[in-house]
């Protein structure tokens, strides 16, 4: 079985692959009554949208998302919404060698062994193209998340980390990198440019925060908000890693500067000094905002020569021709804010079932 749905009440299934007619989502379970267009649904698709830099694949796509089911004079009925996106700027002869010999970190060979078959135009449904798909999803998610804001950036390209204290929200969207911090964005200018004249590629690492997750969303053990989160960013393609808060840095501290200490707040809700749970305790939301950091891999699609065999296991050296991201990272932010929205809409819903009344 291959499993292309994600969620349990609020779910979502993407369909299409790189270079077919068009790819799209199946949003099921998505209340009624919910004001939606394609207007509505369009920026966030415009935002993952190719070609809008020297910095990311030139493949000029418009992405244009049609709704064609589920909707009824601009209102959710509570039946499955279609969406689909056309493919256009398809360029099937650039794999004529993907076809015959497998690239190291991609999909190829894995695909291969499972199947028996894959599709190399593009890579078929490994290629990141699926996720726009996603990000049309995460797009209706939002509708159910009002209360929630959701903010995504590139905090790192390379070992190149952004300053926090130059953090500046209006500079996420002003500069081709989604970053935060106009020093930063100027350095990563030449750092991406480079990989790209190179022919190589370059990682990166994309935080996203939710603020305005009430208290309470979530459950202990199989599950929890966290585990819920990293197992949708995992499902990105070319994401190796995912860190909840701290992550990986809490291993270094002692438990006292790991404890997220709380003092009465004024309504008799507390009021946290730290957040180095991000947000998330035993698996349940704390009202703090949620923090997720992912880490995406360079692109395996390079000009560079790497030694690999074919598909009659005999050696052989691939370059990959086409149109490829020097940093999938970067276009990887509005495809981490989709599914932090996809899930966080999921796990409303659950918790609206168990307890009925909604969070404050």
């Known amino acids: 079985m291959s499993w292309n749905t994600f969620g349990r009440l609020f779910r979502f299934t993407t369909w299409g692959e790189s270079h077919g007619p068009a790819l799209g989502a199946v949003v099921d379970g998505c209340p009624p009554g919910l004001e939606i267009s394609e207007e509505m649904i369009q920026p966030f698709l415009d935002a993952r949208r190719p070609g809008q830099s020297k910095f990311t694949t030139q493949r000029n796509e418009a992405d244009l998302v049609k709704i064609l089911s589920g909707v009824f004079e601009g209102r959710t009925t509570g039946t499955p919404i279609s969406l689909m996106i056309e493919n256009t700027d398809q360029r099937s002869k650039d794999y004529s060698e993907v076809a015959k010999s497998y690239r190291p970190g991609h999909a190829d060979y894995a695909y291969d062994a499972k199947y028996g078959f894959r599709d190399y135009r593009g890579g078929g449904r490994s290629s990141a193209r699926e996720t726009a798909a996603r990000v049309a999803a995460g797009g209706v998610a939002r509708l159910v998340i009002p209360e929630v804001r959701i903010v995504g950036y590139v905090s790192q390209i390379g070992d190149d980390r952004i300053d926090m204290a130059n953090f500046d929200e209006a500079q996420i969207r002003a500069n081709p990198f989604f970053c935060p911090d106009a020093e930063a964005a100027k350095r990563w200018e030449a750092i991406v440019d480079q990989a790209r004249l190179d022919g190589s590629s370059i990682g990166a690492v994309v935080e996203c925060v939710a603020y305005g997750v009430p208290a309470g969303w979530g459950a202990p053990l199989y599950a929890k908000l966290d585990s819920e989160l ?22 270094t501290l002692r438990g006292e500067q790991n404890a997220d200490a709380m003092r009465p707040g004024p309504d008799g809700r507390p009021l946290f000094e730290a957040n180095h749970a991000g947000g998330i305790a035993g698996g349940i939301s704390t009202g703090q905002p949620v923090v997720v950091r992912v880490a995406f891999k360079p692109t395996s699609s390079i000009l560079i020569p790497v030694p ?15 149109r490829h991201d020097p940093c999938v990272g970067i276009r990887g932010v509005p495809v981490v804010e989709a599914m932090m929205a996809l899930v966080l809409a999921d796990q409303k819903l659950i918790d609206r079932g168990q307890v009925s009344a909604p969070r404050a």
């Not at 990293?230 to 291993?251: H, P, R, Y």
């Not at 690999?308 to 086409?322: L, Q, S, V």
Request: proline share 0%; glycine share 14%.
């Open 308 to 322: 690999t065999i074919n598909n009659e296991g005999e050696a052989a050296e691939i370059r990959t021709k086409g």
């Open 230 to 251: 990293a197992a949708a960013m995992m499902s990105i393609n070319a994401v190796k890693g995912v860190e909840i808060g701290d992550g990986f840095a809490a291993a």
